[in-house]
């Protein structure tokens, strides 16, 4: 029988084949090693890690919850300090109002001084007098005026601080507002777990964000903004005590010398009416005189008119007696009596003239004073009319005060969001 042929291709001997199937079952242990090798690092790696991430992310948590109750912390200091703050503005911008009421309240104290003042000058002649009255008004009239600027100044100081004020409380509602998106944020990020459906991976999560800050700069921007609202509630409150002890004194001062002036004012009418009760009775003692005068002036100018007649007689009868002829024209007792009759006629009619022209220029300066007297009676009447204008014209500050007493309806303050008491948070 004969041997077929062998089949094409490479023939190994036993030894080939015992040691490619050694090398077989090596190589599989080998590679059984190796893998059971990898099996227990990366089980040893899953444990390791499983521990890491569960410890990594229960530490960010514990991170997350210190990070919102730091945060909260500080929204709750930032919304105690603006509610404060809007607080000092409402007590501000009430004590602004009330200066402003003040400084409206002096506009009649004014107008009535000056208006008094006005009034005075228009007595004439010696009754335009620089009497304590008229250094009253024009001291009135200085210290309201200066009590006017006062206010003025306060007012614009009160409403240049409430810009501050308003600044500051802006500043502090930014930053809270911030805190609170920051809070609600930093809130969402602790609620998420693996299993929530809104997480994903992102695009370079590592980044540092443009304008980041770090804890420190992060804490001393809160506390600087809460320092600087405190530092500015603090002049504010400062503020509100100088302008209320400040209108507390004005108001003393104007009332002092509201009753100084009008003090002044009653006693000067006083005095003028005296004056004019004096002058009209001197004027009907002067009437009276001139009317005595009057008399004795005819009774004087009738006992001239009769001594001349008898001058006339002696005269007449010394003339005819001149005719006596020869010896007849004696000097005799008749002659004599007769020169001293004229004589003593003459000196009477002189000694009658003279006191008649006493009495007639007595008479004339007794006119010409009792003239002045009625003009002076009717300068005195009119000052008086004055007076009593001007006292009739400062009853209006009683009115004005008793205005002043009457409680206001005070309007709430709305801030700058247009609410009186802003919610920052609940």
Wanted: glycine share 2%; hydrophobic share 35%; net charge negative.
């Amino acid at each position: 029988m004969s041997v077929p042929p062998a089949k094409p291709g490479l023939h190994h001997s036993v030894s080939e084949w015992t040691s490619n199937n050694q090398q077989l079952s090596a190589t599989a242990q080998h590679e059984q090693f190796v893998s059971m090798v990898i099996r227990q690092e990366g089980r040893s790696l899953r444990n390791e890690t499983n521990c890491k991430t569960t410890w990594d992310e229960s530490d960010t948590c514990r991170r997350l919850r210190d990070r919102v109750w730091d945060v909260a912390r500080r929204k709750e200091e930032l919304e105690t300090c603006a509610q404060k703050v809007d607080k000092e503005m409402e007590a501000l911008t009430l004590s602004k109002e009330q200066s402003e009421q003040a400084l409206a309240a002096t506009a009649v104290p004014l107008e009535v001084s000056r208006e008094c003042l006005t009034l005075r000058d228009g007595r004439r002649g010696f009754e335009l007098a620089i009497d304590p009255v008229d250094q009253q008004l024009k001291k009135e009239v200085e210290l309201i005026e200066r009590t006017q600027k006062v206010l003025q100044q306060h007012i614009a100081g009160a409403f240049e601080h409430l810009c501050v004020l308003q600044e500051a409380r802006h500043q502090l509602t930014a930053d809270l507002q911030n805190k609170m998106d920051a809070l609600d944020i930093d809130m969402s990020c602790l609620s998420l777990t693996v299993q929530s459906p809104q997480i994903s991976l992102k695009t370079n999560p590592t980044r540092i964000p443009p304008g980041s800050s770090n804890p420190q700069e992060w804490s001393h921007f809160s506390q600087y903004n809460v320092a600087r609202a405190q530092d500015a509630m603090q002049v504010s409150q400062q503020m509100r005590e100088d302008m209320s002890l400040t209108r507390v004194q004005l108001h003393n001062e104007l009332d002092t010398q509201r009753r100084a002036t009008e003090f002044s004012l009653r006693k000067r009418n006083h005095h003028e009416e005296q004056a004019r009760d004096e002058l009209e009775w001197q004027i009907r003692n002067t009437e009276d005189e001139m009317a005595e005068m009057e008399r004795d002036i005819h009774g004087l100018d009738a006992d001239l008119q009769v001594k001349t007649a008898s001058l006339k007689l002696a005269h007449t009868r010394l003339e005819n007696r001149t005719n006596r002829p020869g010896m007849d024209l004696c000097r005799d007792e008749v002659q004599h009596g007769l020169v001293e009759e004229v004589h003593q006629l003459e000196a009477t009619i002189l000694a009658v003239k003279q006191k008649l022209s006493e009495a007639q220029r007595s008479m004339q300066k007794m006119e010409l004073h009792h003239c002045r007297m009625l003009q002076d009676l009717s300068r005195k009447q009119e000052a008086l009319s004055l007076e009593q204008r001007s006292l009739n014209t400062r009853s209006r500050l009683a009115t004005a005060s008793s205005i002043e007493k009457t409680p206001l309806l005070l309007v709430p303050l709305t801030n700058s969001s247009g609410r009186s008491n802003l919610q920052l948070a609940q």
